[in-house]
């Protein structure tokens, strides 16, 4: 049993900044090899935000928020971080993280298909 549990998600306006967080938890070890972020928008597809290897030696970001978003984690606490800046209102969406637990992709893939542990999403709303 593998749960993923998103938080972070606010109200912000225009230039604001966010940082959301992603708790993995498990009842038994299992191999993973990269985790992500996904936003989706209403009616909309679920898109790639960022991706991170889990040796940490790679990082993909969706060319959209290259310079904005920073993803990062702590393998101490099992958790997953993505730091929002300059928010601009098409980043309004719910995030999703996600853990591939399939295969090693170098570098970290975007591919919603590489990914098969999702979590519930935390909303994110940028006004203008």
């Known amino acids: 049993q593998v749960t993923l549990l998103e938080s972070g998600g606010d109200s912000v306006q225009a230039g604001g900044s966010l940082r959301l967080s992603c708790k993995v938890t498990y009842s038994m070890y299992f191999i993973r090899y990269s985790m992500a972020w996904f936003r989706q928008a209403p009616g909309k597809e679920r898109e790639a935000v960022a991706a991170i290897s889990i040796d940490g030696g790679s990082s993909s970001y969706a060319d959209s928020v290259k310079g904005r978003f920073t993803i990062s984690q702590d393998h101490d606490k099992d958790m997953l971080y993505l730091q929002m800046n300059s928010l601009k209102p098409e980043d309004s969406a719910m995030y999703y993280c996600?853990?591939?637990?399939?295969?090693?992709?170098?570098?970290?893939?975007?591919?919603?298909?590489?990914?098969?542990?999702w979590g519930q999403g935390t909303q994110v709303t940028v006004s203008s």
């Open positions: 996600a853990i591939n637990a399939r295969r090693r992709s170098v570098p970290a893939p975007l591919g919603l298909g590489d990914y098969s542990l």
